[in-house]
């Protein structure tokens, strides 16, 4: 059976490509031909830019936008400083404590929560650096069952969102236009995109991991050419969509050095009529991902599923790698085919959208749970799952049949909140006793010669 991939509703439309140029305009002739800021745009819009990367930055990086829409996005009152006691998202400087330390962590699945909207629903669970310094990520979940208020729409300057839905749709009104993002989709929502939230099959719940430098590439596909893992005509941006109101008030809110702040405006934010740039958000189906794999022998690094790269300034080394675990022919002769044991100078922290994941087959890692490895922290099958795999037939077999688990991926030392640790409590205290503490010693000296204890001889 060939892997699900979705088809798009009839009400959203995309254009396709990952970093390609896109120009969008919702009604005929909003875009200035051959320019950027005529003396007065095209029906009376508003030119405005959006910098994603420094004016100055290369080519090859630049990510800009150029916006024409019904009131410039500067057309509001003052911030003020919201829910500041309770809205504390910065790993590098929140109200709670952050703990560094080398257990190894899963968690039970996080609950839903229908009171809250998005904005209120992201729970910093895991994170590094400060947003303040452009440096880091955070890893959240988020659960929430309420639409954003009709009139609210939200922004984060500290990161950009990649967002991995495990439960319920999320219908994405961004100011680039809309996005509906479904359990096994992701989207990315590029810093400082001001978008709304809107919940259309109920409660929702996931993964988000924040970027708070760079932003994603594709990976390098070296050796393995050309094509596969994820291609780039599968990315989708939005089409340009706006509503015209410039006199109902609005709140904007925005996620600034973890904090939450509000400002007022008597239009709405989603007013762009027509853009064109490389400064979007865009969605993905990991139903689309090509897989590949060992076709001889050996369990290859897990970088062949890389999804998106968010490179650091030193060349294959990672802030953060988003990588998948999708439903896969497994054919590798005379091998241990779950991952091996290891121990990883990256730290690893992994969700399950749905099914099981083949190197936990205890029972303990399931969809919308998580577990994270640190940096250095040994790791690998369950006793029960290498028991398995070290004495199983090796015919060709699929595994993840109707499955999906993911890693982020990082080169940082990752520190875990108070919420992650205790509050939420989720964390499992027997994860290293039904792991790794079952594992029997199998060692036999040759001939059947036994060491001395003592004397080691
Ligand atoms: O630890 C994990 O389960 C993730 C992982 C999978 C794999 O196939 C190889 C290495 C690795 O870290
Ligand atoms: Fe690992």
Same mark, same amino acid.
């Given at each position: 059976?060939? *892997? ?8 959203? $439309? ?7 140029? =896109?120009?969008?305009?919702? +009604? ?7 320019? %950027?800021?005529?003396?007065?745009? @095209? ?89 303040? &310094? ?13 639409? &954003? ?17 495990? =439960? ?32 259309? /099959? ?5 993964? +988000?991991?924040?970027?708070?430098? !760079? =932003? ?26 706006? %509503? ?22 008597? =239009? ?24 590949? !794999? ?29 990588? +998948? ?5 497994? *054919? ?11 121990? %990883?100078?990256?730290?690893?922290? &992994?969700?399950?959208?749905? !099914?099981?994941?083949?190197?936990? /087959? ?59 640790? $205790?509050?939420?409590? $989720?964390?499992?205290?027997?994860? %290293?006793?039904?792991?790794?503490? @079952? ?5 036999? &000296? ?12």
């Amino acid at each position: 059976m060939p *892997v699900t991939k979705f088809t798009t509703p009839e009400k959203y $439309k995309y254009q396709n490509g990952f970093h390609s140029y =896109h120009e969008s305009e919702a +009604i005929e002739g909003a875009l200035p031909i051959g320019a %950027n800021s005529p003396q007065k745009p @095209p029906y009376g819009l508003y030119a405005e830019k959006l910098s994603g990367t420094a004016f100055t930055a290369p080519r090859s990086e630049n990510l800009q936008t150029w916006l024409y829409r019904i009131l410039p996005a500067a057309a509001h009152g003052p911030f003020e400083p919201r829910e500041s006691i309770t809205y504390s998202t910065n790993p590098g400087n929140s109200s709670q404590k952050i703990h560094h330390i080398p257990n190894q962590l899963r968690w039970d699945p996080f609950d839903l929560d229908e009171t809250v909207d998005w904005v209120h629903s992201l729970r910093l669970v895991a994170g590094a650096g400060d947003p303040a &310094m452009k440096s880091g990520i955070g890893i959240f979940i988020f659960a929430a069952g309420k639409d &954003m208020d009709p009139r609210e729409a939200f922004y984060s300057a500290d990161g950009d969102f990649l967002i991995v839905p495990q =439960h319920g749709t999320l219908d994405i009104q961004t100011e680039l236009g809309h996005l509906l993002v479904r359990p096994n989709e992701i989207a990315v929502i590029p810093r400082g995109i001001r978008y709304r939230v809107a919940l259309p /099959t109920g409660p929702v719940r996931g993964y +988000i991991l924040e970027l708070y430098q !760079g =932003h994603f590439q594709l990976p390098e596909l070296g050796p393995i050419g050309s094509n596969c893992l994820a291609n780039a005509r599968d990315f989708q941006a939005p089409v340009a969509a706006f %509503n015209e109101d410039t006199d109902s008030t609005w709140h904007l809110l925005s996620k600034f050095n973890g904090q939450l702040f509000a400002a007022k405006q008597t =239009h709405t934010p989603f007013d762009v009529v027509a853009w064109h740039g490389l400064y979007y958000p865009f969605k993905y189906d990991l139903g689309r991902f090509s897989t590949i !794999g060992s076709i001889s022998f050996d369990h290859p690094d897990p970088s062949i599923f890389t999804v998106l790269s968010a490179p650091s300034d030193h060349t294959g080394t990672a802030i953060a790698d988003f990588v +998948i675990f999708p439903p896969r022919w497994l *054919v590798a002769e005379d091998t241990f085919r779950p991952p091996w044991y290891h121990r %990883n100078t990256m730290s690893e922290f &992994m969700g399950l959208i749905v !099914g099981d994941y083949d190197a936990k /087959t205890g029972g303990g890692f399931r969809p919308a749970g998580a577990s994270l490895h640190n940096v250095m922290s040994a790791h690998g099958p369950d006793a029960s799952t290498h028991e398995k795999a070290s004495n199983t037939a090796l015919k060709p077999a699929k595994v993840g049949e109707g499955s999906m688990a993911f890693m982020f991926e990082s080169c940082l030392m990752v520190g875990v909140t108070e919420w992650g640790l $205790k509050t939420c409590k $989720k964390a499992q205290e027997d994860y %290293n006793s039904e792991s790794w503490e @079952p594992l029997k010693p199998r060692f036999k &000296m040759p001939g059947g010669i036994k060491k001395d204890v003592e004397t080691g001889r």
